[in-house]
């Protein structure tokens, strides 16, 4: 089968794919790097590839939309989302529904450290990365006192035993 319109060029720049007989079941991993990929790509991508274990984005197109598409992905192990502030509190449920989750980067997005109690579902989270908080109406990101973020992540070492914790460059 062919596609049409926006998915037949989606497949053809992702891996010059021009029918859906060429699309693999599983998907070792993705990388987008500032790109101009969104929430219709990423649509495009879980419609068609209900496995993938690696997904590495920063600095894309990518929202609170994009990551409800995320959240149906089977066998994912890794994902990064760092650098992208449109990814808010929105997306906490989906990312709950990745259970096969060991390596969580949302670094610079609007899911904070104070938030990550919420991934309670995510009981295989060998270590996360966030902001601590975000960023003001000058695109600046305040610091946090480090006894706010000691509370923090002690809360979350009892939600999830073993895991490092890294909140901005410390690692915990």
């Known amino acids: 089968m062919k596609f049409k319109g926006a998915e037949k060029q989606f497949w053809w720049h ?3 794919i021009t029918n ?3 699309i693999p079941d599983i998907l070792e991993g993705i990388k987008w790097i500032d790109t101009e990929d969104d929430d219709l790509h ?3 991508l879980v ?3 209900p496995v993938i274990h690696h ?3 920063k600095e894309t197109e990518l929202t609170d939309e994009g990551v409800k598409w995320i959240g149906q992905i089977k066998e994912l192990k890794s994902l990064t989302l760092m650098k992208h502030p449109k990814i808010t509190r929105k997306s906490l449920p989906y990312l709950n529904n990745l259970t096969e989750l060991e390596y969580l980067d949302l670094w610079r997005t609007g899911i904070l450290l104070a938030d990550i109690r919420e991934l309670n579902r995510l009981k295989n989270l060998r270590e996360i990365t966030v902001s601590p908080t975000a960023r003001d109406g000058d695109g600046a990101y305040p610091e946090m ?3 706010s ?3 923090k992540v002690i809360e979350l070492e009892g939600l999830f035993p073993g895991c490092i914790i890294n909140v901005d460059s410390d690692r915990y």
């Open 149 to 151: 973020i000691l509370e």
């Open 55 to 57: 997904i590495f984005m």
């Open 42 to 44: 990423m649509s495009f």
């Open 47 to 49: 419609d068609r590839i």
């Open 145 to 147: 006192d480090r006894d």
């Open 20 to 22: 859906t007989k060429q």
């Open 14 to 16: 992702f891996k010059g």
